[in-house]
């Protein structure tokens, strides 16, 4: 392997550099759309308790059978489709879990060498660093931060 190979390789242009030390300061924010505030699967629960309520409330204030047999069927449409929410809603958890875990290893891995965020650590569940990465780190970091400028 070329010893050199970082010295042949080319550098970053400023304007590139700006570019990715921006990027790593808004990682937070990248968080916040993969860390849903919502669980899909607790409105999907919602929507079976309020179509129980629409049915029984349209069942008992239906006003001659053309109604009754109109509701039956819209009734039946929308347990379906609260069916399908379900099910999709629980593969989108576990997808939706997949990608903080990947969120979180990219983070720890940026943040080993850059500042993520503008905070000291990035927005990860787990920080197993030590002492001597997390020194490492700052040095590589003062050395990006002077080459920025």
């Not at 409105?43 to 047999?69: G, H, P, R």
């Not at 509701?71 to 039946?76: A, D, L, P, Y």
């Amino acid at each position: 392997m070329n010893d050199n190979w970082f010295e042949n390789h080319g550098t970053l242009s400023e304007d590139k550099k700006k570019v990715l030390y921006n990027e790593l300061k808004k990682f937070d924010e990248y968080g916040d759309a993969i860390y849903q505030d919502q669980d899909l699967n607790v409105i999907a629960k919602k929507f079976e308790a309020i179509t129980e309520y629409a049915k029984s409330y349209l069942n008992e204030n239906a006003s001659d059978s053309f109604d009754q047999v109109t509701i039956n069927r819209n009734i039946k449409e929308i347990e379906k489709k609260v069916r399908k929410f379900k099910k999709e809603a629980k593969k989108v958890q576990k997808h939706s879990t997949r990608l903080t875990a990947l969120y979180d290893d990219i983070g720890m891995k940026f943040n080993r060498y850059f500042e993520v965020g503008g905070a000291e650590e990035p927005k990860t569940k787990h920080n197993t660093e030590t002492i001597e990465e997390k020194k490492l780190r700052e040095a590589v970091r003062k050395e990006i931060r002077n080459l920025i400028k």
